[in-house]
């Protein structure tokens, strides 16, 4: 890569997606404007300092080759994130030494600039929200292999005591099947994607991957696809819908791997928001994300420019 002198570089944020397969990274200059982009593998197996050490090398190469000086960075992870010190509080079994790890001290000692932490599904949201200019109230849900939510009240993030506001993957009453987290019935036994495999392999005795190869079948007419296609939406209308209802919010932000296929989802949105509807009788609008692969690094970003300017006052 081309090597820069300070004087060449403009300044710029980081934005960083931390998952159980890769490591995505976005580097932006002040207007926003995204210089670089890339991704490598996460090696989640080989623990928290591996994970630390392969971020940082992907972003200090995309700030050399977009010539930016950093002057911040954000990233959204997987698992219950304590924001105040940018630790891992808890994570899926997929990630080795991920529970507990100081992932915000151990970047910026890296990168030598202020890094904030974020859950992912939290960046995810502050991402498509700033996109959107939306600066009052709204849920966001993450359909991939499991699914996560967040919510945006009065313009700002709400985390919760816990830092686990919003999880409206694991809220229970929709099916009687086993959850991945042991309990019965929460939404992402029927609106993840792993879940869409199951349920079709359960309807046809078909084996799949996943929801990609579901969403396949069902654009080609199979009855048993639609239908999990169906339901998989149905019960996101009506968990978006509980959540409008106690919280008063107009809209909700779908995203993840599940919601490419969203004309699939929609009819069942629509069938329970036509049976289900908040009882306010004001509209709720469920949208389809914008930003793709983006969305994440993007948000994080939101949080790095606060730390920017907090360092600079």
């Not at 239908?227 to 993840?256: E, K, M, N, Q």
Request: aromatic letters at 2%.
């Amino acid at each position: 890569m081309t090597q820069h002198h300070e004087t060449d570089t403009t300044p710029g944020h980081a934005g960083i997606d931390i998952g159980g397969t890769k490591i995505a990274a976005l580097i932006v200059d002040e207007s926003g404007a995204i210089r670089a982009r890339g991704t490598v593998a996460a090696p989640a197996r080989e623990g928290g300092s591996a994970m630390a050490d392969a971020a940082a090398r992907l972003v200090e190469g995309l700030a050399r080759e977009a010539a930016v000086r950093l002057r911040s960075a954000g990233v959204g992870a997987a698992g219950v994130i304590d924001h105040q010190t940018g630790s891992i509080r808890a994570a899926s079994a997929t990630f080795v030494d991920w529970a507990g790890f100081p992932l915000g001290h151990e970047l910026s000692a890296r990168l030598d600039v202020p890094v904030g932490v974020e859950n992912d599904v939290n960046a995810f949201l502050l991402g498509e929200a700033a996109a959107a200019g939306i600066r009052d109230d709204v849920l966001g849900v993450m359909l991939g292999t499991g699914v996560g939510g967040a919510v945006i009240i009065d313009g700002e993030l709400r985390r919760g005591p816990h830092g686990a506001a919003g999880e409206i993957g694991h809220t229970p009453g929709y099916s009687d099947l086993v959850c991945t987290c042991g309990q019965i019935g929460h939404l992402e036994t029927l609106a993840s994607g792993t879940s869409i495999g199951l349920r079709y392999a359960e309807r046809s005795g078909r084996h799949v991957g996943g929801s990609r190869e579901v969403a396949v079948l069902a654009r080609e007419g199979d009855a048993d696809a639609c239908a999990v296609f169906h339901a998989a939406g149905r019960a996101l209308g009506r968990a978006c819908a509980s959540a409008a209802t106690l919280l008063d919010l107009p809209r909700a932000i779908v995203g993840g791997g599940v919601a490419h296929a969203w004309e699939l989802l929609r009819p069942g949105i629509d069938d329970a928001l036509r049976t289900d509807a908040p009882v306010s009788g004001i509209p709720l609008h469920i949208l389809p994300a914008r930003l793709g692969g983006d969305a994440v690094a993007l948000g994080a970003i939101e949080t790095a420019r606060s730390l920017a300017l907090a360092a600079a006052s």
